[in-house]
């Protein structure tokens, strides 16, 4: 699970931390940086066994939401909300209410630095429930005038990753023939399984929720149990549930030629980049690979460009990626490496601007 990954270094500008006064609930909310701009990163609703584990996971988020954002090219910092439920904890509708509505109270403390969104065990809905305390939200339902559910194109971004990394370990750019598995089957990776089976991809898939064997079934894609994924031989393999699965045990028994995937912080140790390289595996770093959400929101937000030049610019993820790796390859260092001195080097540069 995300919890049991280790904590980033402390560099945060602020941290807000309360007991919501409506729902009971822990909340946290997690300003990393705001150097290139208001920090943009969405609001969590997950089971944690203990507060601290709650807070240790927007502390990493946060800071990977810096370089998610500064890797995409956004005037945008990091941030990220996460609230509490206690394991075997649901709530109503009356209670989700209340928890939204601390959400909010809890954004508006930022000022502004920190802007929030959809994220795992939130909704579009969810914002809007946030948007009646603070105007500091982003992804509103459709029906209101919001950008909505911003799923589709981070499973574009995913794709186009995908494409670029079979590219690099294949020779070709298709996804036409090519054995790929996905762990997780939810917004996104749902998304991504049925543009690939589109693609003629012979898919492998599993997800904790059995219900999505049907959907599965549908693609014409193969079922494995959930924790056995890891172990089917194939070119790519796509973490798109939780973090922390990519452990030493999960590296070495892994039979793929490249790691492509969603999942934020799927590496259980920073390290595990190395052991990868140490194996023959590309890995795609997640926060470039995963970007293409939080840069349709941004630019929405903003109003920065149409519809199609914000989905070119999601597409272009793709060549991102070959950056990265073509950097990468002649450095002779990781691509989580270069990706992350792609990130820092954006950070300096704006944080001369703000000091002059």
Not at 91 to 113: H, N, P, Q, S
Not at 298 to 322: F, H, W
Request: hydrophobic content about 40%; overall charge negative; glycine content about 12%.
């Amino acid at each position: 699970m995300t919890h049991t990954l280790p904590l980033p270094d402390f560099a945060h500008e602020r941290v807000e931390v309360i007991t919501g006064r409506r729902s009971g609930l822990f909340i946290a909310v997690a300003l990393h940086s705001s150097v290139l701009g208001s920090a943009l990163g969405g609001a969590r609703l997950w089971t944690y066994p203990h507060w601290s584990d709650a807070l240790g996971d927007a502390l990493r988020l946060s800071a990977a939401m810096t370089l998610k954002n500064a890797a995409a090219g956004l005037d945008a910092g990091g941030g990220k909300s996460v609230i509490r439920l206690e394991p075997g904890e649901t709530l109503d509708a009356d209670r989700r209410r209340d928890a939204f509505l601390d959400l909010g109270d809890a954004v508006e403390l930022m000022g502004g630095l920190y802007r929030t969104a959809e994220d795992v065990g939130s909704t579009t809905d969810d914002m809007l429930t946030v948007s009646e305390r603070t105007q500091h939200v982003v992804g509103l339902p459709s029906t209101v005038g919001g950008s909505g559910e911003p799923a589709g194109p981070t499973s574009l971004g995913v794709y186009a990753s995908l494409l670029a990394v079979l590219e690099r370990v294949t020779g070709s750019a298709s996804a036409e023939g090519r054995r790929v598995t996905i762990s997780g089957l939810g917004q996104v990776g749902g998304r991504l399984a049925t543009r690939l089976a589109e693609q003629g991809a012979q898919l492998t898939v599993t997800d904790i929720n059995p219900a999505r064997r049907a959907f599965a079934a549908e693609l014409g894609a193969t079922w494995v149990e959930p924790g056995t994924e890891h172990l089917v031989s194939g070119d790519v393999f796509v973490p798109a549930g939780i973090g922390g699965v990519l452990t030493d045990e999960v590296i070495d028994a892994l039979d793929v030629r490249a790691v492509c995937g969603p999942a934020n912080n799927p590496l259980a140790d920073h390290s595990g980049a190395d052991r990868l390289a140490g194996r023959g595996i590309l890995y795609a770093p997640d926060f470039v690979v995963n970007a293409g959400g939080v840069i349709y929101l941004d630019l929405e937000a903003k109003q920065i460009g149409s519809s199609d030049e914000i989905m070119a610019r999601v597409a272009g993820i793709g060549d991102t990626v070959r950056t990265i790796l073509d950097d990468a390859e002649a450095r002779g260092v990781t691509p989580l490496q270069a990706a992350e001195e792609l990130a820092a080097s954006r950070l300096r540069a704006g944080a001369e601007v703000g000091a002059r």
